[in-house]
């Protein structure tokens, strides 16, 4: 009889539990609302302003750092086949063509490369165009949350 109860209660109990937001996402792309519950779901930040080019931006932060998701191919709709990921690190010294290369050589997810002024800038491209989950889209905020703090480690930021 207990074991009935409990069956019971367990039932009921997952009966009136609110759904999970997670599933399929449109086919064309991502939002930048998406991108942001993304972000805020994993506990950062996640402001939404429009670039220069008319198309979304998410600006946010971990590690201490700033960075930016900015939206492509979004053909005047909400929803933007790819975004990139960017971080920029002013350095009083910059760094060599050589450092970069190494990232580049030994990391594979992060794209790396020097400004003007030898200023190391890190990106991650990621397409959506056919197709994606909430859950990929937080799996790619992880992603981008590993390669944050080990590129700012690996140009000396402090």
């Not at 069956?7 to 999970?20: G, I, R, S």
């Not at 998406?34 to 220069?52: D, N, P, R």
């Not at 700033?66 to 910059?94: M, W």
Request: glycine share 6%.
């Amino acid at each position: 009889m207990r074991m009935t109860a409990l069956v019971f209660a367990a039932a009921a109990a997952m009966a009136t539990a609110p759904a999970a937001v997670a599933g399929p996402l449109a086919d064309g792309g991502v939002t930048a609302k998406e991108v942001a519950a993304a972000l805020s779901a994993k506990g950062y930040k996640a402001e939404i302003s429009t670039g220069s080019d008319g198309d979304p931006v998410v600006t946010s932060a971990a590690d201490g750092s700033t960075f930016r998701v900015f939206f492509y191919t979004c053909r005047e709709t909400p929803r933007c086949a790819s975004v990139q990921f960017t971080a920029a690190f002013d350095l009083d010294e910059g760094l060599t063509y050589a450092k970069i290369n190494e990232w580049n050589r030994n990391k594979r997810f992060g794209r790396a490369y020097l400004d003007d002024e030898m200023d190391p800038f890190v990106e991650m491209d990621v397409d959506f165009e056919h197709g994606a989950t909430s859950e990929a889209v937080e799996n790619v905020v992880d992603t981008w949350a590993s390669v944050l703090p080990a590129y700012k480690d690996f140009v000396g930021w402090k």
